[in-house]
Structures are given as structure tokens and as C-alpha cells.
């Protein structure tokens, strides 16, 4: 009987992909997105900005049907945003970005703080 | 009033059948709103796992003030309350858009099997709640002398 190995890279793992439900709120300073990703540990969580689109994807240890479920989400940013100037903290499952208004179009990693 | 709910009478429970109960809890993550029964955005989504020795059960509940959830364990019914108030907007903001929901939810499963209700235990992280039900111990066959 011949063995059968693989490894299983990180591209090879099917997950559920899933929208995390999201307000967005515009005030004077800019703009500020709450999406509720329960179950994402904040150091499995990314936020990036690349071309002007906000990305962001969670990972959980949710398993549906034996495929882990990811939170994963797009948004278009608008010129006026400053987007080295986005911050990110998540709280009990609730993921809250601030988008400062300024200018600026550059790629940028954003750094997650969590509130506990 | 909770009466004895067992799957013969299914049917007469006014807010769901309790039979489609158990089927809508493995498409919960699937679909936003879904289930006709469970409609209403606010309610979590949950998830029901049959272990060997333990159930465990476990519900998103994203901002919830965790000394406020309402967890109630009795024979083989699990009951959890709870409510997400609104946070208010300040004076300069308004939505853009909407899709979270909030107010108050309360849901009762019927789980898999009998469990100690005082060895539950209940814990909130990042959002979920989750709820460890350790099974009752299934009752020895007890051998009965015939008396001739």
C-alpha cells in the first residue's frame, strides 16, 4: 500500500469566506467603519490599504462543514481620506476603523491595537 | 411557560418548529438572515457540537456587555438573553450606511442531550460566547431479580 503524503501549505486551505456586517459613519474628521467579526483573534487580523481599497481579513476558529470560516471585506476609500493616517482597534468582536480626510494614495500596512 | 418540549410536539411551539430548529443551526454562518423563523437581523448565530462528553455551544455576539447576558441551563434546554444597545452618534455624524442590528434577543435550543446544569460554564471572548454543557451521565441498566 503506498503512502500518501502532502503537506498542507496556507494556499491550499478552503475557508468560508464571509462578509462581516458593517456600519459606516461619516463625521467631520472622517470616516468611521464598525464591522462585527466575533470570533477573530486580533492577531489574525489585517488591515491594508492598497490602491485606494481598504482590505481586510479575519481569521477565525470557527469551523463550518470542516472549513474554517475567514471574515473578509472590501472597501472603496474616497480621495479625501489620508489613508496613512487609518487607525484600527478591535473590542469583543467589534472591529472599528477610523478614516482620517486628507490626501495621499501610497500603500500602507496598518497596525492593530486592541482594546482588551 | 416551558413545558415539555420533545420532538412529537414540535409543532406546537408558537415560535418555531423545534424539529427545523435543530437543521437551521448548521446554516447559520452561510447566510446572513438565515431561516424564515429566524429573521429578525439581531439574533446570533449559533452553533450546537455534540461531543463526546461535553455539548458546546456557541453564539456571536459581537459588543455585548458579557455581566449582562442571561444564561439559564435547565435538563436539556439551554436559554441565553441578552441585548447590544445602540451606541448613540455624536453631534457631527451621521450614517453613511447600515447593517448591523441591535436590541434584545432570546433563544431557547434544545440540546442534543441531558447536562449538568451546575457544571456549566460560560465564557466571552473576542465576541463569542461560549458554553460548556457537560453531559449527564447516562443511567447504568439496572438488573431486576425475578421473584418466582
Redesign the interface.
Known amino acids: 500500500m503506498t503512502e500518501n503524503t502532502h503537506l498542507q501549505t496556507p494556499e491550499t486551505i478552503e475557508y ?1 469566506d ?1 462578509a462581516p ?8 474628521h472622517g ?2 467603519v ?1 464591522l ?7 492577531d489574525k487580523l489585517a488591515v491594508d490599504v492598497e490602491e485606494r481599497i481598504l482590505k481586510i481579513v479575519a481569521d477565525t476558529d ?1 469551523i ?1 462543514d470542516g472549513r474554517p ?1 475567514r471574515y473578509k471585506r472590501n472597501f472603496q476609500i474616497s480621495g479625501e481620506i489620508e489613508l496613512t493616517k487609518i487607525t484600527a482597534k478591535v473590542k ?3 472591529l472599528e476603523l477610523i478614516l482620517p480626510k486628507a490626501d495621499s494614495a501610497k500603500v500602507h500596512k496598518v497596525k492593530i491595537e486592541t482594546g482588551g | 411557560m416551558l413545558a415539555r418540549i420533545n420532538d412529537n410536539w414540535g409543532l406546537l411551539t408558537p415560535w418555531r418548529n423545534v424539529n427545523d430548529l435543530q437543521k437551521e443551526f448548521w446554516g447559520l454562518f452561510d447566510n446572513f438572515n438565515a431561516g424564515l423563523s429566524r429573521y429578525r437581523a439581531n439574533y446570533p448565530k449559533i452553533t450546537v457540537d455534540d461531543q463526546e462528553k461535553d455539548v458546546i455551544v456557541k453564539m456571536s455576539l459581537p459588543g455585548y456587555d458579557a455581566s449582562k447576558l442571561d444564561v439559564e441551563v435547565v435538563s436539556d434546554f439551554l436559554t441565553v438573553r441578552g441585548e447590544r444597545i445602540e451606541p448613540a452618534l455624536e453631534k457631527d455624524e451621521k450614517y453613511i450606511h447600515r447593517e448591523r442590528s441591535f436590541g434584545a434577543f432570546e433563544e431557547t435550543i434544545k440540546l442534543p442531550s441531558k447536562v449538568k446544569s451546575a457544571k456549566t460554564k460560560a465564557s466571552y471572548t473576542n465576541g463569542m460566547l461560549e458554553i460548556v454543557l457537560p453531559k449527564e451521565e447516562l443511567e447504568k441498566p439496572r438488573s431486576i431479580k425475578v421473584i418466582q
Open positions: 468560508i464571509y456586517p458593517s456600519d459606516v459613519i461619516e463625521n467631520h470616516i468611521k464598525l462585527d467579526v466575533p470570533g477573530a483573534s486580533p470557527i463550518r470560516v469583543d468582536g467589534i
